[in-house]
């Protein structure tokens, strides 16, 4: 398959526990998206990259989160100290980055704060 | 900022009827805009997105959509519906404001199709 991978699927976690998100994007993909999806709501753009350059961070984006894509290729979404309010889908996913390109989707990590 | 609006959170219909799906965009500028479809179970996957050029873009499974730029509108439409239609659909914009980079979304609209 060679789509957007995202690991893991799913991530049960207690409240004020880290826990870290893993995206693999198309090989050929040098952008990288990270979005936010509650139910009833339409994803919201978290961050961005363009290579290993992280262009962009939403003002959603508080300073519990990080994020990360190394050597331009994976990257990943740590998110420090869950909140209850963080529970949530997290979607990432890649495009081309010349012009304005379609944005490929993972499956998501759904991530639950208990 | 931008915004986008769909018109419907849950339209049910039967199979064979036809369909149009609300969208409105705030942007003055240069918009393009996409439709995203997620089936059940499945990730969220374009359905048919505009650019420039003709305003009506043909998508797969033989949805289609009209951008009217007076009306900041981007509808979804097909003319027979099919019970493998059930899913999620959110309309999509990019714009300037943007860097013509990140997605704004709609609030996406279900669609159940009874047999």
């Known amino acids: 398959d060679t789509g957007v991978s995202q690991n893991p699927r799913h991530k049960i976690t207690k409240r004020g526990q880290n826990v870290t998100f893993r995206c693999d994007p198309i090989s050929e993909h040098n952008r990288l998206y990270w979005y936010r999806q509650t139910l009833g709501q339409g994803p919201e753009f978290l961050t961005y990259?363009?290579?290993?350059?992280?262009?962009?961070k939403s003002r959603l984006l508080s300073d519990r989160f990080s994020a990360e894509r190394p050597k331009g290729s994976f990257s990943t979404l740590e998110i420090q100290r869950t909140e209850q309010g963080d529970s949530a889908m997290y979607l990432c996913a890649s495009s081309l980055a010349t012009g304005v390109h379609e944005q490929y989707f993972g499956p998501g990590t759904r991530l639950t704060v208990t | 900022a931008q915004s986008v609006s769909q018109h419907n959170h849950h339209v049910i219909l039967s199979e064979a009827a036809s369909l149009e799906l609300g969208c409105n965009y705030s942007y003055g500028g240069t918009v393009n805009l996409f439709w995203y479809v997620q089936y059940p179970g499945q990730h969220l996957q374009l359905l048919l997105k505009?650019?420039?050029?003709?305003?009506l873009v043909k998508g797969i499974k033989g949805f289609e959509a009209e951008f009217i730029k007076s009306k900041f509108s981007f509808n979804l439409r097909k003319p027979s519906v099919q019970w493998s239609d059930t899913a999620e659909y959110f309309c999509?914009?990019?714009?300037?404001?943007?860097?013509?980079?990140?997605?704004?979304f709609g609030k996406g609209t279900m669609l159940l199709v009874s047999p």
């Open positions: 990259f363009q290579n290993e350059a992280q262009l962009e």
């Open positions: 505009y650019f420039s050029g003709d305003p």
């Open positions: 999509a914009v990019i714009t300037m404001n943007s860097g013509y980079s990140t997605l704004t």
